[in-house]
């Protein structure tokens, strides 16, 4: 049995080994390739995710996790081996029961569609991308057919990015979440409104970059086991635990762009560098969920970045960087203008009080369409009902609406919610934090995240993928993902800046 | 047949990708990995090389070549199909001869003695290196006899990178050049020699960068299809014809480093980006030879980047980057400063004059020791001796003596003598460009490398490895590779220089 499950973890650890190769082939991809090289790279990700998936599932694998199986029916349900053979049990299920003309027809027709989306999107005609859509729904539907049986058509796509949890819960947090958000922007839309014209003027893009870098480190990013590129979308990647690496692009007219995609990416960098040592090459080495990867994005970049605290240390030096642009700008006025609540069109430039609202246009959409509720053609309508029945405002164009987004290109069902419930449970830790560690506050006023780490590290990180997210936020709360610490937060918050 | 054809080709388009894919996760290590990031690299790499290797020898393969073999047979030998096979084959054939034991025990010993060479060279201790090598010395052996018959010990070594060149024909070719490098040095040695104390000077980082990649641009680098970084050593890697990257690395107070530096890996780097298109992901794709890959770099790094022609171009615009440290030094003198002549006990700072025999030296070592003429406990002797013969210097200590090079601690036994190849090579093609292009040398002294470009394109660059060295310099210039032209080349230009 020994033996069986040396072959097993090592089988595991070569999947990793080629998950982090691709990895790497992706960031290289969209940081450094020259131009022409675009379609032998495409070709070389291919083969290595052909040689992967072959790998994934294999009848080596197969056999293997059978064969361990009474192993690990003895074993201590909490022990790491058997979370992990249960967690290399769950993926290995996924892949399996997907057949594999499935898995190519969707691949050729998102590659393609991919295209049309862009060209849809640049020509502001939904019709392109439509056809292409109309089949991506088709097969994500066929898709979730093979897990059956299921409670709702959508609950096997979102389980493939936060295992455990279900259509009926989201749709349960989200109604309850939506109505105080609606109301929360519709009170801030009669209040006085923030003057934040002053971001506007020209910041220079390396001193940007270096207090971006400034941050990151106090936030506790060491450059032995990370770096930070300019990519032309910010991501977050891994090539093993110790080389997690973050991306970010600035805009010299848009100062604050850079800061907080760098704050974001740095709270998902710094999830993916906590993880046990222990589970290195395993799939434990790995977030408990996409919810969960973006909870930690999100405390760092809003919580905290965003927070009265964070800028009462820092606002002092950003004006040392910029004295010709904020000298004469009071701590208070930037604190304001940096949280700015103003329904938008798009959903990747939303603030904290409105971003939640986009996300559920889209989980409304996504469930419609595999419910057959609607069909792709009445999309850009629905979307603008939703629009303007959520944030009251309406695309002008679909370029600005319907088509905002690469996710349905790429077929990519189930994976929007993942957004609003990492702000959930960002909020979510964040109380249990303060009420764990006493004057955080005062920490941060001081510019030291050195316990705030420390207990994300021991609590969050370290587990890795052992627990499900619901399972671990229950173990650290007692409460399974719930909307209404975010309510509070979001209401305090803005209550303050807006005086209501 | 044609599904046969087919499917190898597949097959060997599989191996290209992972060949490339290796040398991403090799260039990445060099250039950006974070320090930390080093051990999980390696089990990436590992990995890789691992599923690389387990295709090359596999039965799959071996049967599909045995199956095309018929077709090829019939097809007109010097077709790109005919020959593609042909290449596949050999390789196949050499991945196969050798045990897969000894494989491993050969990637082991060297993974150790790696480490033990740098502890050695850092502690200035042979002694700490010898049982290693020795180790090393046997495995290359048993891997050289595992290709009998053959006319000498040293035939497979050298045959791995330089297909159909034998020990004997190096020895002939070194034996006519030696006597020549050896007398001309002495005549330099008693001329008055050349000032070149001005290079001694600063010159900026980003300005030497700034003129490298003119320079190289000139040559006819374009960044869509290449970038240069900087690492510790500098190198030409790629992942894919339209992909081809060079680095480089600046000192300050070694102003033609870098600069010649980037000259030799753009030449590195041009040969690659003119395979022929129609090679791509075939073992074709790849250089004719390890000699001729080194020629195309010496050629643009000696021949063009250390001749009067190019300075005359360049010599001004170099004055206009760094008036400070040039505007007072003439065109002449500074001409002469970068082709200094000074025997050194280093072969990778030697000049032209002197590094085809530090090279020399270590093909006598090679050979002996294969052939159990010495024991490996006294190579120091036998390399301070051969120095004081050659170069008529000696070295004060082993580290800057027999243990400079990494290549022995990685078991590259026969890899030596082709950087001396190259650099002949590098002439006889020179000297056929020249009777083809009319006025080639007021073209490079107007800065206008078109024609040379153009002619290395067509009659070298685009066969990649369709011909064996030999077949290919015959082709061109009607003479197997041949020292005589660069013995003249070399008297011609330091005559001038040294003025006897």
Redesign the interface.
Known sequence: MEEKITLLKQLL??ID??D??SA??GW?QQV??????A???A??LA??SE?THNLSVSDELGSLLRDVKPFVDQLDPDSDDACLIKVAQRKFDKNTKIPVDLVVDFSRTTAIAHFAWQEAREKNDFKLFEPHLEKIVELVKSMAECFKPYDHIYDPMLDMFEPGVKTQEVNEIFSQLRPHQVELIKIISQQPQVDDSFLGQKFSDQKQWDFGILVAEKFGMT?????Q?RSVHPFTTS?????V?ITTRIYEDLPMSALFSTMHEAGHALYELGFDPKY??TPLSSSASSAFHESQARLWENVIGRSKEFWHHFYPILQSYFPAQLENVPELSFYKAINKVEPSLIRVEADEATYNLHVMIRFEIEKSLMEGQISVTHLPDMWNTLMKEYLNITPLNDSDGVLQDVHWSGGMFGYFPTYALGNILSIQLWDKINYDVSDLSDKIAGGDFVELLGWLQKNVHHYGAKYEPNELIQKLTGSRINPIPYINYLINKYSDIYNF
């Open positions: 650890a070569k080994d080629l982090h190769t790497l082939l290289d450094y390739l020259p131009q022409a090289g379609e032998e790279r070709e070389l083969t290595i040689i450059w032995d086991r990370s770096r590129d090539f093993g635990q110790n080389d690496r290195r090459r």
